[in-house]
């Protein structure tokens, strides 16, 4: 009996506090500020240097360039930028090594799929990748 009321006194006294629980697809959830998610790319900062790709511990990242066609400029045009998100584990290790800031984190993690083929995602997708930016990469 003795125990029955220490239960009944412990929900008792859990009902009247505030709610732990978020109301999650109408409400987004508050991230901290270093929140890793997924990468936001900018094509147009790439030098093709290939640190993010040596750097990945994982081995996700595919990069590929070509010379520049006008012979004046010096240095690569890229041609593609992929990331296999399947194995990707967000470790922030290509965004820290990039001299350009090409690749840079965002506060968005929602990548649910129904086939990991499409958890691949190229230069485009990654291009547009403009959702939920840290606070510290909004320019």
């Known amino acids: 009996m003795l125990g029955l009321a220490k239960g009944l006194t412990y929900t008792l006294k859990n009902l009247t506090k505030k709610k ?5 697809p109408n409400e987004p ?3 901290p500020d270093r929140f890793r998610g997924i990468q936001k790319f ?14 990945c511990p994982t081995d996700c990242i595919t990069l590929t360039g070509k010379k520049h066609p006008d012979p004046k400029k010096r240095g690569k045009i890229i041609e593609t930028y992929d990331i296999n998100f ?34 691949f995602k190229d230069l485009q ?14 320019a």
């Open 20 to 24: 732990l629980t978020y109301d999650y």
């Open 29 to 31: 959830l508050p991230l």
């Open 42 to 55: 900018y094509p147009e900062k790439c030098i093709v240097c290939n640190q993010c790709a040596n750097i």
């Open 86 to 119: 399947e194995i990707c584990i967000l470790c922030d290790l290509c965004t820290e090594v990039c001299p350009t800031e090409a690749i840079i984190m965002t506060n968005n993690f929602e990548l649910a799929e129904y086939s990991r083929d499409e958890l």
């Open 125 to 138: 997708w990654l291009d547009e990748n403009d959702q939920n930016l840290r606070k510290e990469n909004k």
